[in-house]
C-alpha cells in the first residue's frame, strides 16, 4: 500500500513539473514574464502590459530599446495590441528584434516600428504557425531581414499597412505561405508573392524584393495570395483571391469577384 502512495506522489510530482515547463510567457528586455501585471525597467518608456490570463501583450506609445532580442514569445496564441507609435529595437548585430517560437498576432491599429541589424521579426520554429498582422500599421527593418519565417509557417497580413525591408536577404522571405487579406502590395510596382529555393517572398522580375516593400490595404477587398509575376491583374477571382481565368460563363454556380466586384453566379 505504501509502495503504491509512494507511486502515486511520484507521478504527481512529475505532472507537476511537466506542466512548469510549459508556462506560457513572454520575454521582454532580457525578462521572462508569467503574470498579469505592468513591465517596466531599464530600455523601456510608455505603457507595457502584459495579460497572462487572456494572452494579450499592450504597448501604448511604448519604446523597448535593447542590445539583444528585445520580445520573444512563448505565450502561444499571443495577441499584441499595439496603441499610438511603439517601436521595438534590438542594436546587436546578429539579434533579431522579435523572436516568436508560436503563433501569434500584431493588432490594435496604433503603429508599431521594429528595427534590427539582423532581423525585425524571425521565427525559431519548424513547426507549423502563423504569425498575422491585422489591422495596424507595422514597420519591419532588418540589416538581413524584414520578416524571415521557417518552412512551416504562414504569414498573414490583413487590412493592414506592412513596410518591410531586408537589404541582405530579403523584407519578406522564406515563409511556406504568405496571404494577404484585404491589402495589396503597392510598392515595388509590380512585384508579387513568388518562389525561391527557400520558400515564398515578396518577388519582382523573379528576383527577391530587398529594398522597402509597402504593403496597404485594398479597397476592392480581394484577398490576393498565391500569384506569379505571370498572373494577370484582371480575370476572374474567388472570393480568397484565387485566379481562375479571365471568363466566368464556364465556372459553377457561385460567387466570384470579376473585375473587383462580386458577382453572383447562378
Request: charged share 15%; net charge neutral; with cysteine.
Amino acid at each position: 500500500m505504501k509502495k503504491q502512495t509512494l507511486l502515486s506522489l511520484l507521478l504527481v510530482l512529475v505532472s507537476m513539473m511537466q506542466a512548469s515547463n510549459v508556462i506560457a510567457s513572454v520575454m521582454i528586455n532580457g525578462v521572462y514574464y508569467t503574470k498579469t501585471g505592468y513591465i517596466t525597467g531599464e530600455g523601456i518608456t510608455g505603457s507595457v502590459h502584459y495579460d497572462a490570463e487572456n494572452k494579450v501583450l499592450t504597448l501604448d506609445n511604448a519604446h523597448i530599446t535593447r542590445v539583444y532580442t528585445v520580445l520573444i514569445n512563448d505565450d502561444d496564441g499571443l495577441k499584441c495590441v499595439v496603441k499610438g507609435d511603439c517601436s521595438l529595437t534590438s542594436k546587436a548585430t546578429g539579434s533579431p528584434a522579435v523572436n516568436s517560437n508560436v503563433p501569434m498576432t500584431i493588432t490594435g491599429g496604433g503603429t508599431l516600428t521594429i528595427e534590427s541589424q539582423q532581423a525585425a521579426i524571425n521565427l525559431s520554429t519548424n513547426k507549423p504557425m502563423t504569425i498575422t498582422i491585422d489591422g495596424c500599421t507595422v514597420v519591419a527593418h532588418g540589416g538581413n531581414y524584414g520578416f524571415v519565417g521557417r518552412a512551416e509557417s504562414t504569414l498573414v497580413i490583413r487590412n493592414a499597412t506592412v513596410k518591410a525591408q531586408g537589404t541582405h536577404f530579403g523584407s519578406i522571405y522564406q515563409w511556406q505561405d504568405i496571404k494577404l487579406e484585404g491589402c495589396k502590395i503597392e510598392q515595388p510596382a509590380d512585384a508579387t508573392i513568388g518562389y525561391d529555393p527557400s520558400g515564398k517572398c515578396v518577388t519582382k522580375d523573379g528576383k527577391v524584393v530587398k529594398s522597402e516593400v509597402v504593403i496597404v490595404p485594398d479597397a476592392t477587398g480581394i484577398a490576393h495570395t498565391t500569384t506569379d509575376a505571370s498572373t494577370p491583374k484582371d480575370g476572374v477571382y474567388t472570393l480568397d483571391g484565387v485566379y481562375l481565368g479571365t471568363h466566368v460563363e464556364n465556372l459553377p454556380r457561385g460567387v466570384y469577384i470579376v473585375g473587383g466586384k462580386k458577382i453572383v453566379k447562378n
